[in-house]
């Protein structure tokens, strides 16, 4: 299942902590390195574990995952963009940009006439084999947890020569928790529904929307345990009884018609938050904007959230998920 397309299921990482002080380090020799001119060539290791040479910082990128497009303009370096997904919708400048097509499908011979110095795309993309025979260098990056933007934001700054690549995580991960400082204990520990897809598809806890909500201290009713982005069974749902759900404008219709849904208190009380597209976009995006995503998610909380929390319903035994 997908949020971003030309993005498969996401998976957490492990060692956030350790995997940003070896990238900071790695990321401020390489930088020094180019920019005093001491070395030939820039090697990284993609997602796919395959290896990339640069001989010197790409300044003519192709972005097919929006979430890569709105980290490489999070760095301050939208002006190498010369070419982008159809998805990729921010900043507003991106509307100048050639569109290539999707990022599961896009237009190879479009980006080829562009001559890119690098395309950027999700490990799922399948035109990434297509492009290398044509001789373009392709990095395949997808950011899945909150500790992947971290290390996605740090290798695209060690590609690109950003120095303070870090810097500019920093304040996205301050700006999530500023999110969470915010909010009133009184609705703290509401157990919250977040369906990202028509499936339906809901948000877990391991995934990086499930994260945020930890941190914002609300609880998910859907464990970790599901995978981050489980296909579930609707029975689920009503048997868990969320007291707020969170969905995107392009997912809310019909779920009031959803068997034995009508009867979830969240329905019953109006507590659902539907969130316009253009908000929606922010939040199933894994990259720069995850505080603005935070924010979003911290104002249904204050707006929705029951004054008094309701007491967990588990799923019965044998609810499937």
Known sequence: MSLEPGCTTFKPADGPQAAGVRWLTSLVMMTSLWSAGAVQALQ???DRGVVITFDQPPQRIVSLLPSLTETVCELGQCARLVGVDRYSNFPASLNAVP???GGLDPNIEAIVALKPDVVLMATSSRAGERLRTLGLRV???EPKTHADVQRVMLKLGQVLGVADAQKVWRAIDAGVSAAA???PASVKSTRVYFEVNQGPYGASESSFIGETLTRLGAQNILSATLGPFPKLNP???VRANP???MVGARSADGMAQRPGWGGLRALQDQRVCIFPTVQSDVLVRPGPRMAEGARLMAQCLVDKAPKTAFKATPPATGARP
Do not use: W
């Open 44 to 46: 990284v290791t993609d």
């Open 99 to 101: 569109k290539v097509g």
């Open 139 to 141: 990095v395949a990056l």
């Open 181 to 183: 400082q915010s909010l």
């Open 235 to 237: 029975e689920y749902i």
């Open 243 to 245: 007291d707020l759900i």
